[in-house]
DNA sequence: CAGTTTCGTGACAACGTTGTCTCGCACGGC
DNA sequence: GCCGTGCGAGACAACGTTGTCACGAAACTG
């Protein structure tokens, strides 16, 4: 016969516990705490101490349901992986824009999973987010439309949305690729190699774009690599392309880990100072290599920025017709780059 | 004259549509939806398809203010900065564990900031999360006693609440210093410098006490600095003490950015084949560096897993005494740490 | 076969808030 | 001194849901 006294059923005060305390009715409370007019000066005080005294705040839950705006002051960001740097300083930046609009921010992470994908959508949407920031994860996203009906805001951020239009904010991919590239033939670099993530991701699409418009000749496709993911799998490709037939003497790489696998690789062939490397995508340290990694930087914070004020403007009301916002890349020189073919 | 003519005012589908559709008492389909028993097979099917073809989702306001238990199934992340490796890390692993319970994440970034701290526990403890996880950033916690009392669940990570006994998850720093500096102690440095974050940081403060119990003799207090915060700060400080007379043979630098400045310093000066150099918290890359930076590696992902274990035993009821968990660090050997003294 | 139990279903109140409506009263105009 | 006017304040409904209760029909009991 086992019992749990209840420890007295914890609570939050309400309107009506202020009320009682400054003897006004409810509706009093309300009108105060919304800056409604039409209170006296003495009551308004009355109520402004209850308040303090009980450490009152408003139910947001109850709050939403009965009044006309019906806004929750929140959104949802969903990107790659909160924990990949890229993500993270986008997410912060979006922080740093919800924060003094008085906005919280749930954040998820989608692992390239159009499943998750959908699942947190619909999971937010219910939720009654005033907006949502979307990093794409699958093919599709008609079935945003749903909640763009149902007056969810939604703004893409990093990859564009298919299948649908919305407000997106992108990084120049296909140019910031090309730059790198350019840079590597600049240097007097024929054979160049290039190394991406799966082509179904449409940075990773573009990026091989760049590649190709920047190398201005027709592309080897024994120098093309696709489906890197984690740095492992760039380690061995790059291996591959070094100790083989005919081996590339500049590589491009063209996301964040491939990079640094092809650095390690690089390392293990004693090859660091021989072969020249541009990687898409800047990272911690990389000027403290040896050499210093050559990368296109994007910019997260200013994407993440531009996303949340382009998202706060259509939770205020803005229809206009969408935009899609590029922010560009910048070359950064540290030296492997600038490494010219041997001969 | 301007008018916007409302477009049919947003509005998802709330269960007397359901109900309306499949001909039933919107109670039925609360029962139906939340898998109540008493109702007919063919009821519910009806109810179910209806519910499909209008995508309906029951609206958690409205939820949460009737049901008993109260439960938002949210929880909000209160951690110094998201952007940052180790809270992102930590954030991520939290996620993955409340991903599947059906729990949503808010995070929010302290920046060492008190204030911050209490507007953000005040925002969430009246959005009624059910849970929050806390990085304290302002010396006294003793205000979470409303919160707990109000039924909020409350646990902290990488730094103790003070003036409040919560269960929290701890890096073991005090043990952790100690290990580095017996390290450059065994290989026979006798000159080690202390480099660390502002001691009103608990961590900084548990990282100094160990680096005293390692050295077993008297501090000298020409080699320690704290007050360090940025790469440029320890950068400068690292500068001066090997500039200046008797200079340490080996450094321990007790955060994160503190030992990337000093990396940057050692190169500047060519001293990192010379001076020693053990870290606190492992970063990326550390082992492309030449030395490969020494650590004493700190597991974020563990934190955040066992802190989030707690976090929903105390949700679910738990009312044990409140527990610290020790998560223990990782010496990891790089090279630059096991670089004997000058002669 | 009357009386009782069970079961499926719906009516209704309540959660804590905001929007609308009404009421009482002091005030000003004639 | 009478009546509209305005203004402060409360009563009440409603938001979308869950918990409680009541009802009618079917299924048992003796």
Same sequence: chains 1, 2.
Wanted: with cysteine.
């Amino acid at each position: 016969m086992e019992r749990e006294p209840p420890p007295s059923a914890p609570r939050r005060p309400t309107m009506r516990d202020v009320a009682a305390r400054a003897g006004v009715s409810f509706k009093t409370v309300s009108r105060v705490v919304n800056g409604e007019p039409g209170v006296s000066a003495a009551l308004a005080e009355r109520v402004r101490s209850a308040v303090d005294e009980l450490d009152f705040r408003p139910h947001p839950g109850a709050r939403v349901l009965r009044r006309t705006d019906r806004r929750t002051a929140s959104i949802a960001l969903l990107l790659e992986d909160v924990a990949n740097p890229f993500s993270a300083a986008l997410a912060r930046a979006v922080e740093d824009e919800a924060v003094p609009r008085g906005v919280v921010v749930f954040s998820a992470s989608l692992d390239e999973d159009p499943g998750r994908e959908r699942e947190f959508v619909r999971e937010f949407g219910a939720r009654h987010v005033d907006g949502l920031l979307l990093a794409p994860a699958g093919a599709d996203q008609s079935y945003l439309a749903a909640e763009l009906r149902a007056g969810t805001a939604v703004v893409c951020v990093d990859r564009p949305a298919r299948g649908l239009e919305v407000d997106s904010v992108l990084t120049t991919n296909t140019l910031g690729a090309r730059d790198a590239v350019r840079h590597l033939v600049a240097a007097g670099h024929r054979r160049i190699a290039f190394l991406g993530d799966r082509p179904s991701i449409d940075t990773a699409r573009r990026r091989f774009q760049g590649y190709r418009d920047g190398l201005g000749e027709p592309v080897d496709p024994r120098l093309v690599v696709h489906d890197l993911r984690a740095p492992g799998d760039a380690d061995g490709a790059v291996t591959a392309l070094l100790t083989g037939p005919a081996p590339p003497t500049a590589l491009f790489t063209a996301q964040n880990l491939v990079t640094i696998g092809a650095v390690r690789a690089l390392r293990r062939l004693g090859l660091e100072h021989v072969v020249a490397l541009v990687g898409f995508d800047d990272f911690l340290l990389a000027d403290l290599l040896s050499p210093g990694v050559t990368v296109v930087a994007q910019d997260p914070a200013a994407i993440g920025r531009i996303a949340a004020g382009l998202l706060f403007a259509r939770i205020a009301g803005d229809r206009g017709p969408p935009q899609t916002r590029l922010v560009p890349t910048t070359l950064v020189r540290r030296g492997s780059g600038e490494i010219p073919p041997r001969e």
